[in-house]
């Protein structure tokens, strides 16, 4: 099964970009559709981006839609998520998850096999 590591989260002034980052390891990334949630406190899993394991087609959350950008390198088994114009209300934990492509893109944390620990996104007004 594919381990995942998140990073690349930090402080920022809204309006501000930040570059988030998710290695995986253990097992063929390529096999793999990947995608991004993020649960902010008091709160319930949120999606916010995904990416099939080509690379080919991409899905977002209309709350971030036009803004952040999903990508994979399957060459060094890393998806990113390029978030700009960055506001209060994306302030969350932003998680990687991994789900088999054998499966299609799911919505739903809960249907993939496997996530990170979390990278923390703070966004300041």
């Known amino acids: 099964q594919v381990q995942l590591v998140e990073s690349g989260g930090g402080l920022v002034q809204a309006g501000g970009s930040l570059r988030l980052s998710c290695a995986a390891s253990?097992?063929?990334?390529?096999?793999?559709?990947m995608g991004w949630f993020r649960q902010a406190p008091g709160k319930g899993s949120e999606f916010v981006a995904a990416?099939?394991?080509?690379?080919?087609?991409?899905y977002y959350a209309d709350s971030v839609k036009g803004r952040f950008t999903i990508s994979r390198d399957n060459a060094k088994n890393t998806v990113y998520l390029q978030m700009n114009s960055l506001q209060p209300e994306d302030t969350a934990v932003y998680y990687c998850a991994a789900r088999g492509a054998d499966s299609g893109i799911s919505y739903y944390i809960g249907e993939y096999e496997t996530w990170g620990q979390g990278t923390q996104v703070t966004v300041s007004s």
């Open positions: 253990g097992a063929s990334f390529s096999s793999y559709h």
């Open positions: 990416i099939r394991w080509s690379g080919g087609n991409t």
